[in-house]
C-alpha cells in the first residue's frame, strides 16, 4: 500500500487527483479503496539521474504507483504538486485502458 503519511495528508481535491492519477478514473469504487481490482500498489521507480529529478507515475490499467526513493516527505510533497500541475496543462492526454484500437470512444 502506499504511504500512510500521504493518505492523512491529502485533502479532498488532493485525494481526487491521486485517485485519477493512479487509476484512470475520478472516483474510487462506492465501497472506496480496498474494492479496486487489481489493488493500488507502490513499486519504487528507477531513477539513474536521482529520485529528486524524477516525477511520480502510474500504470493505470494496473493501479500501480511509481515512487521514486525521494529522500524526504516534503520533496515527496513537492513532486507531488510539480506532477499535478503537469496533469492540469494543455499538453495532458488520458488514454483509458478499455479504449478500442484505433482510439475510437463513444
Known amino acids: 500500500m502506499f504511504p500512510l503519511w500521504l493518505q492523512l495528508e491529502m485533502d479532498q481535491p488532493e485525494r481526487r487527483a491521486f485517485v485519477q492519477f493512479t487509476t484512470g478514473c475520478p472516483h474510487l469504487p462506492p465501497t472506496g479503496l480496498a474494492a479496486l481490482n487489481p489493488m493500488l500498489s507502490v513499486s519504487l521507480k528507477h531513477c539513474p539521474?536521482?529520485?529528486?529529478?524524477?516525477?511520480?507515475?502510474?500504470?493505470?490499467?494496473?493501479?500501480?504507483l511509481k515512487m521514486p526513493a525521494y529522500t524526504s516527505k516534503e520533496a515527496a510533497k513537492r513532486a507531488a504538486r510539480l506532477r499535478d500541475r503537469k496533469l492540469e496543462g494543455p499538453d495532458r492526454h488520458v488514454v483509458a485502458c478499455d479504449a478500442p484500437p484505433g482510439g475510437g470512444g463513444g
Open 49 to 64: 539521474d536521482g529520485a529528486e529529478s524524477e516525477l511520480p507515475s502510474a500504470s493505470t490499467c494496473f493501479h500501480v
